[in-house]
């Protein structure tokens, strides 16, 4: 396959989101329990957790955007504690500040560096990780994410608002993400190559159909596929 450019998947591709969001969750409820101690006693995590499962499921058209789902979460909770106009900017922040402190997998930065010296670089998101905050907007030439584009993965629009942005044939980018349905089945569907970064070497599932290009136990196995690839290609050139 001739690969130009590469788009990357975020969570749990270049770190393991659930810690950042579990830390984002206390640090809400510290905030909480200091500065609205009734709202805090009202809902603690686990209750404000299934509330924003109930707003995910009723505003179906926000599903491509998870900063306002939380926005409406939190307004729901201090409306529901008799305060009209709830902090929400102040409550974002703390959340977001803890969600975007990730650890990186130790093969994403090493990863990243050598691929951006190759090809163009974007990242594709359905979340709401910010860039400048971790640290690595430097390493994209572009960050697609459902929120600006309107609709999340597997939705194809979201992968060819990337081809766009790129300018770039579908079929010359490589998607890299480690969801089978969101960024295998998706990129597939949009006319993009794929690669799954497969870290616990499971199975691929029989009914999402054909199985991704590639399937890597981290990202380190892709840089190595794309030198031995390059490699070939200039030998195959002389």
């Known amino acids: 396959m001739q690969i130009l450019a590469i788009t990357f998947d975020l969570d749990d591709t270049l770190w393991p989101v659930m810690p950042a969001l579990e830390r984002a ?6 905030y909480l329990h200091q500065h609205f101690p009734h709202v805090a006693r009202t809902w603690p995590i686990p209750a404000l957790r299934q509330l924003r499962a109930q707003v995910a499921a ?7 955007d998870f900063t306002a789902q939380r926005y409406i979460t939190m307004q729901r909770a201090f409306d529901a504690c008799g305060i009209a106009e709830a902090p929400l900017d102040a409550l974002w922040n703390v959340f977001a500040a ?8 130790p093969d994403a930065l090493p990863a990243l560096e050598r691929l951006r010296a190759m090809w ?14 971790i640290g690595l907007h430097l390493h994209f030439a572009h960050h697609i994410c459902a929120r600006d584009v309107g ?7 979201i992968f060819l608002a990337a081809a766009e942005r790129l300018g770039i044939p579908p079929e010359n980018i490589l998607h890299v993400g480690d969801d089978p349905e969101l960024d295998v089945v998706g990129a597939r569907d949009a006319g993009l190559r794929t ?9 691929w599932p029989a009914t999402l159909g054909a199985a991704p290009d590639l399937d890597l136990r981290d990202l380190a196995a892709l840089v190595e596929w794309f030198e031995v690839s390059s490699l070939s290609s200039f030998q195959q050139a002389r």
């Open 25 to 30: 969750d206390r640090d809400l409820d510290s």
């Open 151 to 157: 609709v999340a993965k597997p939705d194809a629009r």
């Open 195 to 203: 690669a799954w970064i497969n870290r616990a070497g499971h199975p």
């Open 98 to 105: 803890a969600r975007n402190s990730v650890e990186l997998y």
């Open 58 to 64: 009723e505003r179906i058209d926000l599903a491509h």
């Open 120 to 133: 163009p670089v974007a990242s594709l998101t359905n979340g709401n990780a910010d860039l400048e905050r």
